[in-house]
């Protein structure tokens, strides 16, 4: 898939206002349901019509990678915890799986390039691009041909799944030192340093967050400011492969006019590169929730996505947004189940 410079075409402006006006004529103060009347407008227009549909099929796709940077000390977890957190996913056993289990949504999760294989499990390596990646603050992440193919696994990813009748995606995460990973992305794609987007990830102390800031400060003067302007360029030099996957997904999904709730840092910094990937994708976009990572605001606010929920969360694996999707399907509810006032006179 080569889609870079392809425009995606904008959400119904005309069901946006058709909505916002069945809105404001409902037996309500006009404005009295706050972002919840923004958000069901959007609602109609991403999907085109007003009123619209209930989201009845929401679904998480998480991608896992290891990362060569993690093995610096970054993180307060080893690397080992990605492969185990993979087979927690699979067996519906993670923090994700039960956020969605009571939310009615589906979770997938894909090896893009965890350090090792899941035999048992043929169909989470069914897209598998590599073992790991780069080292970012010392090499490349992958090369530009990998990160390629990988922006071709999310979009088919994302493609299946909506032919399957997905309505409303998620792209998940999970992979020890990823934070690292979408700090650098969100500091060279907003041409801020590393203290601007560095946080704590899994909960390292003060030391430990220096060291990563510092790391990041590497991986950004290692990489040439010609590379930072390509986004597969950029992908390859200082992402990963299940970063560059996310980027296709969440593009892909946008390009075939169904919406996706974003995630914490790692979902911010792909949806990023993703709206430089395919300019327009951000229209298709929600923030989910509030991170506790700094990188996120950033993005989101170069993005214009204001979170819908803020728990203080940082587990990734997309359980942030799915804490948001009863908003959406809350404002859906809202707009096509309060009557309107002309019809109570």
Not at 118 to 126: H, Q, S
Request: hydrophobic letters at 50%.
């Amino acid at each position: 898939m080569d889609v870079v410079g392809t425009r995606v075409e904008a959400p119904k402006n005309s069901a946006y206002a058709a909505a916002r006006t069945l809105s404001d004529g409902q037996a309500k103060p006009a404005g009295a349901l706050g972002r919840l009347e923004e958000l069901g407008a959007w609602a109609a227009s991403v999907q085109g019509f007003c009123p619209p549909r209930q989201f009845d099929d929401v679904r998480v796709d998480v991608f896992a990678g290891d990362h060569g940077v993690a093995a610096s000390g970054v993180s307060a977890y080893p690397a080992a915890i990605t492969a185990a957190m993979v087979r927690g996913i699979a067996a519906g056993k993670a923090g994700v799986s039960a956020l969605a289990r009571i939310n009615g949504v589906r979770v997938a999760v894909h090896d893009i390039s965890v350090a090792v294989d899941f035999p048992d499990l043929p169909e989470v390596g069914r897209h598998k691009v590599r073992y790991s990646s780069g080292p970012i603050h010392l090499t490349d992440a992958t090369t530009v041909a990998e990160a390629q193919r990988a922006l071709a696994a999310g979009d088919a990813i994302a493609a299946a799944q909506i032919a399957d009748g997905a309505q409303l995606l998620i792209a998940g995460d999970l992979g020890i030192g990823n934070t690292t990973v979408g700090a650098a992305l969100i500091a060279a794609s907003l041409g801020v340093p590393a203290a601007a987007v560095t946080g704590r990830g899994t909960g390292i102390d003060d030391d430990a967050l220096a060291h990563k800031t510092a790391v990041i400060d590497a991986a950004l003067a290692r990489v040439g400011e010609h590379r930072l302007q390509d986004p597969v360029q950029l992908l390859a030099a200082l992402g990963a492969a299940d970063f560059a996957a996310g980027v296709g997904y969440i593009a892909g999904a946008a390009r075939r006019g169904v919406p996706v709730l974003v995630d914490g840092v790692i979902a911010a910094a792909e949806a990023l590169i993703a709206e430089r990937y395919a300019p327009g994708t951000k229209a298709w976009l929600q923030a989910g929730h509030r991170s506790t990572e700094p990188g996120q605001a950033l993005a989101l606010d170069h993005l214009g996505l204001r979170p819908l929920v803020d728990f203080g969360m940082r587990l990734g694996e997309g359980s942030g947004a799915v804490l948001a999707v009863p908003m959406v399907r809350s404002a859906v509810a809202a707009l096509t189940g309060i009557a309107q006032l002309s019809d109570l006179a």
